[in-house]
């Protein structure tokens, strides 16, 4: 009887050393070999800080145990040095002589190259996809067990199924029709009850939402990506977390979100950043304002949720293997945290691209953005790339107005004589629209001779051109009535849809026409150094006819965009000749045909051309 009293108790012993609840950790691993050898663990569990935590591994040390006002959390920091190796260790979390809880911790081995990567440039051309608006490719994901919104594809603000299979299984279109790098909106999960499938309210930083896909699915698009020789841009959110976010319950300290006597919203107002003469009232409702009731404002201040921020961005690009960050609402997070960030993240993957959404109307505010080798306005950013939200206002108009000193072509010419602003213009994401805004078809009113110029002048710019899904086959929609109609679901990527834009199926000829438009500009600009990397020159516009050139030592390309409503004569060549030098003879590639000597050519009224230059 004792004996077998004595096995019991081991036998509980054993098994209780092992049946220790786990507290939520993340990171929820991490990498060796990484350049930077901290690591801070956020460790969540029920009074979780009256415990000691204790870790034994070779090369991982336990430097400090921060605890914050909540006891149900730990900040542990770690270092990894060189030494430690890939492997799985043990951090229990003892009260007295008890452990109360205890995690299998798990160090894996960075793959080689990892910080080597090349990170998204002019060399390529974006698609964005909205993810749930693209292709259902899994219907069986469309409703999960747990996830409060239900699949409604009548709805215009529900969710329609769209997933990462849709996207995987339509990545040969996407290759045909020349795009090289993909921005897929947020991935990661957005439990809230409604409006969840834009995905800008995250409740969870390391997982994708199941309606979206899995991790693991994630990370094996971006390995089938690279396969086509196309990158992965993610799209980020730091600015805020959805208010179902797990944490909002709970949260780790009282100032991990900004928090106000009453709701109070952003005033959405980024000048005020950089504004000598801002009020610190605006820069407090700037700053730490809600973006929405449904999106708290982090505290980037707070130097856990700073950490927390960084190494989710670093989890996220190892583990999936990105190619690049999309940052939403860069400038409403703290830009000295901002910066910091940056920095961190090339310490780690020097020649990775960050491109920060900075959605504002002028060029020098845009610029403030843009990082620089140097100080500037007593702030550097280091943001390799801001979005091109001025260019992109010059655009809505320029091809449908008629011309004046400062309309039609002066608008596109205006913007781009302000490049000074920027220490690299040619890393600036250009697009004719995205997620946000009226689609570019609607913009040109549907007018296909406008919508073309548009194309061949965002190919033909300098800057990164990004091309929203559905722009290729002149899919329309109006911001005002709503962002349903701006993201609607692309055709074919539904069973039954009776328009298929993959095969083709249905289409009408202009739709059709824009795709292999489209599809020959983007594939003709993979190979074409110049325009990735050559200088831009432009001619003041005269009589609405915009001329520029890109050229290096091998190339020159002349572009000629006609925005009068009737035919006229080239413009003589001798004004081009510091580009030309004396040339004549060219290959124009929209038409695919030899032109013994441009002078002769007559300019379709809203046309342009791409000139080759012999
Ligand atoms: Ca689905």
Redesign the pocket.
């Known amino acids: 009887m004792k004996k077998i009293i004595i096995l019991s108790l081991l036998c509980f012993l054993f098994l209780q050393s092992f049946s220790q609840p786990n507290p939520r950790i993340e990171p929820p691993f991490w990498w060796t070999g990484m350049k930077v050898p901290d690591l801070q663990l956020l460790v969540y569990a029920d009074n979780i800080a009256s415990t000691a935590p204790r870790l034994v591994y070779p090369g991982v040390k336990l430097l400090k145990v921060n605890k914050t006002d909540n006891p149900d959390y730990l900040f542990l920091d770690l270092q990894i040095s060189n030494e430690a190796r890939a492997g799985v260790f043990r951090i229990d979390f003892q009260r007295d002589e008890d452990v109360s809880y205890s995690y299998e911790y798990e160090l894996k081995e960075r793959s080689p190259g990892s910080s080597e990567r090349q990170g998204f440039g002019p060399d390529d051309v974006i698609v964005l996809l909205m993810p749930d608006r693209f292709a259902?490719?899994?219907?069986?994901?469309?409703d999960m067990p747990g996830m409060l919104e239900k699949a409604d594809r009548q709805n215009p603000d529900g969710r329609h199924?769209?997933?990462l299979?849709?996207i995987s299984d339509h990545l040969g279109y996407l290759n045909d029709m020349g795009f090289t790098a993909i921005w897929i909106n947020p991935v990661l999960e957005n439990n809230n009850p409604k409006y969840s499938y834009h995905g800008y309210a995250i409740t969870d930083f390391y997982k994708l939402d199941p309606?979206i896909g899995t991790n693991e699915e994630y990370g094996k698009l971006v390995a089938d990506c690279h396969k086509k020789n196309m990158g992965v841009i993610m799209d980020m959110v730091f600015n805020h977390c959805g208010h179902m976010h797990w944490w909002m319950q709970n949260l780790p300290s009282e100032d991990w979100v900004h928090q106000w006597p009453e709701f109070t919203r952003t005033n959405y107002r980024a000048p005020v950043n950089s504004d000598p003469h801002a009020s610190e009232y605006d820069y407090r409702r700037m700053q730490d304002g809600w973006f929405d009731t449904s999106m708290p404002d982090l505290n980037q201040k707070n130097e856990f949720v700073a950490n927390y921020l960084i190494q989710n961005s670093i989890w996220w690009i190892e583990y999936a293997g990105l190619d690049g960050i999309r940052m939403d609402t860069y400038p409403y997070s703290d830009q000295e945290f901002m910066a910091r960030w940056i920095m961190r993240i090339m310490k780690e993957y020097p020649n990775f691209n960050v491109v920060g959404e900075a959605w504002l109307q002028k060029e020098a505010i845009t610029s403030y953005y843009a990082g620089s080798e140097s100080e500037r306005f007593g702030y550097n950013s280091f943001l390799p790339s801001v979005t091109d939200f001025p260019l992109h206002f010059a655009m809505q108009k320029a091809f449908h107005e008629d011309e004046s000193w400062t309309e039609g072509m002066a608008r596109l010419y205006y913007v781009l004589a302000q490049d000074f602003l920027y220490d690299d213009p040619l890393t600036n994401v250009i697009f004719a629209d995205n997620h946000d805004l009226s689609r570019f078809y609607s913009l040109m009113g549907e007018d296909f001779d406008k919508y073309k110029m548009g194309m061949v002048f965002l190919m033909t710019t300098r800057g990164i051109p990004m091309v929203y899904y559905g722009t290729e086959i002149l899919m329309t929609g109006e911001e005002n009535m709503g962002h349903g109609y701006i993201r609607e679901d692309f055709p074919g990527g539904w069973q039954g849809d009776k328009i298929n834009a993959f095969t083709g199926e249905g289409m009408d000829e202009k739709q059709a026409e824009a795709q292999e438009f489209l599809s020959l500009l983007q594939n003709w600009r993979k190979d074409k150094e110049v325009l990735h990397s050559g200088k831009l020159l432009h001619f003041v516009p005269e009589s609405g006819i915009y001329v520029y050139f890109r050229t290096n030592d091998e190339e020159v390309i002349m572009v000629v965009l006609n925005n009068n409503n009737r035919e006229r004569k080239m413009p003589l060549p001798e004004r081009f000749d510091e580009c030309l030098n004396g040339k004549r003879k060219a290959y124009e590639v929209i038409t695919q045909t030899e032109i013994e000597d441009i002078k002769d050519i007559f300019l379709p009224p809203k046309s342009a051309m791409i000139l080759e230059i012999k």
Do not use: A, L, Y
């Open positions: 259902n490719g899994n219907p069986d994901n469309d199924g769209g997933d299979k849709g309606r």
